[in-house]
């Protein structure tokens, strides 16, 4: 919006979440690992806001401050009982937010509550700022990240689920009554999914590679149920899914699907680990993509819902790319352009199969035909 300016959620405490190490994987029965460093650390989030810093963007932001999630805020989304479990451990030495599930395995140390709900209360900081257009826009920068969390157990390095919170405290706080959900990280958004199975106010809808994490998760099928059957959509992709099958879903699934369901906000779990450098999933995307997927939903948020858009930070597991994908996005969302050139766009552009290939367009076409359920 003219004259407003972008938000960006960061906080140096949010980089101190520990993750422990492997042995918390090795513990879950899967064998003799030798210990490292966790894929969920500081990192690549921290080098991000370094790289804003260099380019010159940092101080052309509006640096938003979080402040700590009540229990109350918290409970919107969460069980009671879970939230009493995350922070008695978090008082003793820290502990396992999957509470025994081993499916989970999302370690915390010491002080976890504490920084989980300051991770939040970041998030619900920048809703504020975009619900009463304070803001044009905003990108929560914060850790743990959410999009796994669901109501009463924590999966995947999530805690609390970050974009789940947003959405209930636009509606409780804000009156907004419509939310979207985009989940652009490459793995399945299975904690909106589930938190939203059967509302019809929260349109949730994730792109992912197929059955890559969690397992057995994000079929295409899956359409949410009760009263909020069709308010659920699933693109699963095969691997190796370039530029053209991304836009290719946000032209012909995403897009429509919000023109249909109209929200007065819409939120993005922005996981960066569809990038083609990413440990932690088989996509081929790079910065430039990321910032051609922004603007098509900045014009879509303007159309609808008066510019209304927020965007939490969730996966992203390559330290070196990482920050130049969140650069294209914030770039993107302020209109601004940094003084650091992109030099992993023009290399992954190059790449063969970027195009749409036959067998990713049949993955997406059957995606297509969930819209109509909206």
Known sequence: MMGLKTGLVWHELLMWHDT??????????????????????????????NLLDAAGLTEQL????????????????????YIAEIRRLSALNGGDASLGRIAGVTPFGPGGYDIAALAV??????????ATRRLANAYALVRPPGHHAERDYGFGFCIFNNAALAARHAQAVHGLKRIAILDWDVHHGNGAERIFWEDPDVLTMSIH???????????????????????????????????GAYSAVIERVVVPALKRFRPDMILVASGLDAGAYDPQ?????????????????????????GGRLLMTH?????RT??????????????????????PFTPMVSGMAYQDLQPHQDIAIARAERNLERI
């Open 20 to 49: 422990s190490a492997l042995a918390d994987f090795m513990s879950a029965g899967h064998g003799v690992i030798e210990p490292d460093l966790p894929a969920e650390s500081p990192a690549s989030k921290r080098r991000i806001k």
């Open 321 to 342: 790319s990482v920050p130049f994908h969140a650069l294209g996005i914030i770039e993107a969302l302020s209109g601004l352009k940094g003084s650091i050139e992109d």
């Open 281 to 305: 999933g088989r996509m081929m995307l790079h910065g430039g993509a990321f910032a051609a997927m922004t603007k098509t939903l900045m014009a879509v948020a303007g159309e609808l819902c």
């Open 62 to 81: 509006d640096i938003i401050r979080p402040r700590a999630a009540t229990e109350d805020e918290l409970a919107r989304v969460h069980a009671p009982g």
């Open 314 to 318: 969730e996966g992203g597991y390559h």
């Open 121 to 130: 209360g970041g998030v619900l900081e920048a809703v504020d700022a975009v």
């Open 209 to 243: 590679q197929d059955n890559c994490y969690p397992g057995n998760s994000g079929a295409v099928e899956a359409i949410g149920g009760g009263a909020g059957e069709g308010f659920n959509l699933n693109i699963p992709l095969p691997p190796g899914c370039g530029v």
